[in-house]
């Protein structure tokens, strides 16, 4: 079992940066991959961004390409987002993912993915 809660979120003007982190807890970080997606009111769940367990693989949704950065460091257990550029569609809440044996292809579903945080509302103010 992995047990993944998320933190950083808050409300931010246009335009902010932001980064988010998800802390993971139980059996082996380093073997799963993480990925972010995010949920707003009324609407699907989102793909974020993935990235692989050691890191070689990453990938993003298109709506948030070139704007946000994932990343991870193994040692400390925690996957981060890193969120510029903020704009009123990215208010949502985000969700961090762990999930095992996923290759490419596999990152954008979240029927991949076994664990789930809680999540943290991201709220970006015009």
């Known amino acids: 079992q992995v047990q993944l809660v998320e933190s950083g979120g808050r409300s931010v003007q246009a335009g902010a940066s932001l980064r988010l982190s998800c802390a993971a807890s139980g059996r082996t970080f380093g073997n799963h991959a993480m990925a972010w997606f995010r949920q707003s009111p009324g609407k699907e769940r989102e793909f974020v961004a993935a990235i692989s367990w050691k890191g070689g693989d990453i990938v993003y949704g298109d709506s948030v390409k070139g704007r946000f950065t994932i990343s991870r460091d193994n040692a400390k257990n925690t996957a981060y987002l890193q969120m510029t550029n903020l704009q009123l569609q990215d208010t949502a809440v985000y969700y961090c993912?762990?999930?095992?044996?996923?290759?490419?292809?596999?990152?954008?579903?979240?029927?991949?993915?076994?664990?789930w945080g809680r999540g943290t509302q991201v709220t970006v103010r015009g």
């Open positions: 993912a762990a999930g095992n044996g996923l290759g490419a292809g596999s990152y954008y579903s979240d029927a991949e993915y076994e664990f």
